[in-house]
């Protein structure tokens, strides 16, 4: 079992980057999927995005296309998600999450079997 940690979190003014960090221990991150996901208060867990284990997929959710990019770091065995142009929209607790089989890319929370315990990020307007 994969353990996952995310970092980087915080509060930032809208038009803002910021970049989230997610470090997995126990399993190296190439032999999952590993994806993004964030729920504000009284809304479903959202789809950010995923990268498949060999690094050769990227999906990313319709309201942060364009803005968000997945990158790892194989080395570091660690994640990110690197957000540009912040929105109050995104707004929300951002929680990172590992899935089997690491040759694509699940959309749906409950595709991913290990969860980190989640940062916040606040977008100020």
């Known amino acids: 079992q994969v353990q996952l940690v995310e970092s980087g979190g915080g509060l930032v003014q809208a038009a803002d980057s910021l970049r989230l960090s997610c470090a997995a221990s126990?399993?190296?991150?190439?032999?999952?999927?590993m994806g993004w996901f964030r729920q504000a208060p009284g809304k479903d867990r959202e789809f950010v995005g995923g990268i498949s284990g060999a690094g050769a997929i990227t999906l990313y959710g319709d309201s942060v296309k364009g803005r968000f990019t997945i990158s790892r770091d194989i080395a570091r065995n660690t994640v990110y998600l690197q957000m540009d142009s912040l929105k109050p929209e995104d707004t929300a607790v951002y929680y990172c999450?590992?899935?089997?089989?690491?040759?694509?890319?699940?959309?749906?929370?409950?595709?991913?079997?290990?969860w980190g315990q989640g940062t916040q990020v606040t977008v100020s307007s």
């Open positions: 999450a590992a899935a089997f089989p690491p040759w694509t890319v699940a959309t749906l929370p409950g595709g991913y079997a290990s």
């Open positions: 126990g399993r190296t991150i190439s032999n999952y999927c």
